[in-house]
T-cell receptor, first 115, second 115 residues
Framework: DVKVTQSSRYLVKRTGEKVFLECVQD?????MFWYRQDPGLGLRLIYF???????EKGDIPEGYSVSREKKERFSLILESASTNQTSMYLC??????????????FGQGTRLTVV | AQTVTQSQPEMSVQEAETVTLSCTYD???????LFWYKQPPSRQMILVIR??????QNATENRFSVNFQKAAKSFSLKISDSQLGDAAMYFC????????????FGTGTSLTVIP
């Protein structure tokens, strides 16, 4: 079974703190993604990476950065947490599409509250 | 960015009945993938069904089937013989070859199954 593991299910941080959300996948996938999930807005892409040290901005990258030093690990960084970053964060990974064999695999999500 | 639209924020169905969830998308690509994901209260996103755009035949997975209308850019999910365990948030998603293997999601439909 493919596993995508996020380091925390629940996290409470203070405004202005630097926050690290970690994600690890064990299937040697090339692509990794960070999404933010808010009620009524669905999943919005923050950043994605298609290779080690490579990153691309998604639709809402402001206030976030990412790091991918190893293929299996993709970190989301909130440089200075703000209350409007209170949300559910989902990490996902996928391999490069090969015929019909494509799918995004998700972690269990991190519910972040910034107070 | 590609646009994926789910116009039904909430749906309900009687146990053992059939329900159809709607999804439309906007793209200029000819080759792409479409997905339905399920997110139960546990928050773990699970792939329900996928469809390759170049395949005319609608995908089927047990009680789940899709109605893929490529010209209309429509991709609905039909759940037959609904069960209590089908209660969840359902997300429609798009992945295109020219979008860097990004997955774009709709805003979701919350499905309630009434005993």
């Amino acid at each position: 079974d493919v596993k995508v593991t996020q380091s925390s299910r629940y996290l409470v941080k203070r405004t202005g703190e630097k926050v690290f959300l970690e994600c690890v996948q064990d299937m040697d996938h090339e692509n990794m993604f960070w999404y933010r999930q808010d009620p009524g807005l669905g999943l919005r892409l923050i950043y994605f990476s298609y290779d080690v040290k490579m990153k691309e901005k998604g639709d809402i990258p402001e206030g976030y950065s990412v790091s991918r030093e190893k293929k299996e690990r993709f970190s989301l960084i909130l440089e200075s947490a703000s209350t409007n970053q209170t949300s559910m964060y989902l990490c996902a990974s996928s391999r490069l599409p090969q015929g019909s064999n494509t799918e995004a695999f998700f972690g269990q999500g991190t519910r972040l509250t910034v107070v | 960015a590609q646009t994926v639209t789910q116009s039904q924020p909430e749906m309900s169905v009687q146990e053992a009945e059939t329900v159809t969830l709607s999804c439309t998308y906007d793209t200029s690509e000819s080759d792409y993938y479409l997905f339905w994901y399920k997110q139960p209260p546990s928050r773990q996103m699970i792939l329900v069904i996928r469809q390759e755009a170049y395949k005319q035949q609608n995908a089927t997975e047990n009680r789940f089937s899709v109605n893929f209308q490529k010209a209309a850019k429509s991709f609905s999910l039909k759940i037959s013989d609904s069960q209590l365990g089908d209660a969840a948030m359902y997300f429609c998603a798009y992945e295109g070859g020219n979008t860097g293997n990004q997955f774009y999601f709709g805003t979701g439909t919350s499905l309630t199954v009434i005993p």
